[in-house]
T-cell receptor, first 112, second 112 residues
Framework: GDSVTQMEGPVTLSEEAFLTINCTYT??????LFWYVQYPGEGLQLLLKATKADDKGSNKGFEATYRKETTSFHLEKGSVQVSDSAVYFC???????????FGSGTQLTVLP | GAGVSQSPSNKVTEKGKDVELRCDPI?????LYWYRQSLGQGLEFLIY????????KSGLPSDRFSAERTGGSVSTLTIQRTQQEDSAVYLC??????????FGPGTRLTVT
């Protein structure tokens, strides 16, 4: 079945540091890929998405590129802020199963 | 416009009691999903409704769990004879034809 493997946390960075959270996947079809973010005390929010190979999703300074050859969708941000502290989830869905399959989540803490 | 709403936000129940959790999706969204978020299992898919089609119940963990969606809108997730391992945050999401899922704030269920 489909699965998502996500870099284990927690990750602690200083403000303005570079962020990478690794995500790789296994899927039987051609998945759409997503990053969701969960801020403290809030629900899941879609951060960005990519629906086909070589697509780059971007939002709020975060980027991720759909790499079919390495089955990866790593999340990056050039300069993190304290307000980026949250849990980040990589996820996928495929045409045959619209439900999302999630990674285990990565807790990010950004220190001032 | 209004997002996905869920009620109650918190529910504490005794082991063996039945509980009902409610989800109001975004107006016009034809698809509705239930997920469970727990410390040990991460984010798990439970059930999926699409329009008038038969629901995909493949993620329900046992026959104590059931869900219905009335009038293609509001959904209720029912857990019968609750067990301590049912303690989790239950998340509802809805989507339109774009398949981007929008999540509600969740219901935190605690079984004592």
């Amino acid at each position: 079945g489909d699965s998502v493997t996500q870099m284990e946390g927690p990750v602690t960075l200083s403000e303005e540091a570079f962020l990478t959270i690794n995500c790789t996947y296994t899927a039987t079809g051609y998945p759409s890929l997503f990053w969701y973010v969960q801020y403290p005390g809030e629900g899941l929010q879609l951060l960005l998405k990519a629906t086909k190979a070589d697509d780059k999703g971007s939002n709020k300074g975060f980027e991720a590129t759909y790499r079919k050859e390495t089955t990866s969708f790593h999340l990056e941000k050039g300069s993190v802020q304290v307000s980026d502290s949250a849990v980040y989830f990589c996820a996928l869905n495929t045409g045959s199963a619209r439900q999302l399959t999630f990674g285990s989540g990565t807790q990010l803490t950004v220190l001032p | 416009g209004a997002g996905v709403s869920q009620s109650p936000s918190n529910k504490v129940t005794e082991k063996g009691k039945d509980v009902e959790l409610r989800c109001d999706p975004i107006s016009g969204h034809t698809a509705l999903y239930w997920y469970r978020q727990s410390l040990g299992q991460g984010l798990e898919f439970l059930i999926y409704f699409q329009g008038n089609s038969a629901p995909d119940k493949s993620g329900l963990p046992s026959d104590r769990f059931s869900a219905e969606r009335t009038g293609g809108s509001v959904s209720t997730l029912t857990i019968q004879r609750t067990q301590q391992e049912d303690s989790a945050v239950y998340l509802c999401a809805s989507s339109s034809v774009s398949y981007e899922q929008y999540f509600g704030p969740g219901t935190r269920l605690t079984v004592t």
